[in-house]
């Protein structure tokens, strides 16, 4: 984490304040990945922790797609808990905080929801993986933001796979559900 205080050094004596924005963010970004990090080695607390102060940073650069990315890191760690209605709470939390931006990242979100519905068998899932593919149309992964370069076509085409593991197959969702993905939402 020498990285980050560094950065909390020059921003303690820039004036500048689009260039402290931008440092808060690249602070965030580092937490977020060092969070993920910490996920993938179990040490859940310590990933948390830096998932909120990510999540504080985020706020205070004003960026809604870096807070958005570390609310769908924080839903693979919940997920991974066990905890799958936690996970969808960060997923439409992220959701939200990426709305009207940053195509990538939404459809990485969206795509995660679906994920995180299929996993209880909800069909709201097709739902999610529409929007997903629809939003992703317009996105330039590889250039969009550094957490958004892993997810490529493939990825987003992998997202179906979970219907499989829901006891039902994806062909079999189909013919009453996309209906359904396709009329508009009531209320």
Not at 39 to 64: M, P, V
Not at 89 to 100: P, T
Not at 146 to 173: Q, V
């Amino acid at each position: 984490m020498q990285h980050r205080a560094e950065l909390a050094a020059i921003i303690d004596t820039t004036a500048n304040e689009s260039l402290r924005r931008r440092l808060v963010t690249a602070i965030g970004e580092t937490e977020a990945l060092a969070g993920w990090t910490l996920f993938d080695l179990g040490r859940h607390r310590d990933a948390l922790r830096l998932y909120q102060s990510a999540l504080d940073n985020a706020k205070e650069a004003g960026d809604g797609p870096l807070a958005a990315c570390v609310l769908t890191y924080w839903s693979y760690l919940v997920s991974n808990q066990g905890n799958t209605a936690e996970a969808i709470n960060e997923l439409n939390d992220a959701a939200e905080r990426v709305r009207g931006s940053a195509p990538a990242t939404q459809a990485w979100v969206l795509g995660r929801l679906a994920e995180e519905y299929a996993q209880g068998g909800d069909a709201r899932a097709l739902r999610a993986l529409d929007r997903a593919m629809s939003v992703f149309d317009h996105a330039s992964p590889e250039t969009e933001r550094p957490w958004t370069a892993f997810f490529t076509p493939s990825r987003l085409g992998s997202l179906a796979l979970p219907w499989t593991g829901c006891g039902r197959s994806w062909n079999s969702c189909l013919p009453t559900d996309v209906e359904a993905v396709r009329r508009p939402a009531s209320g």
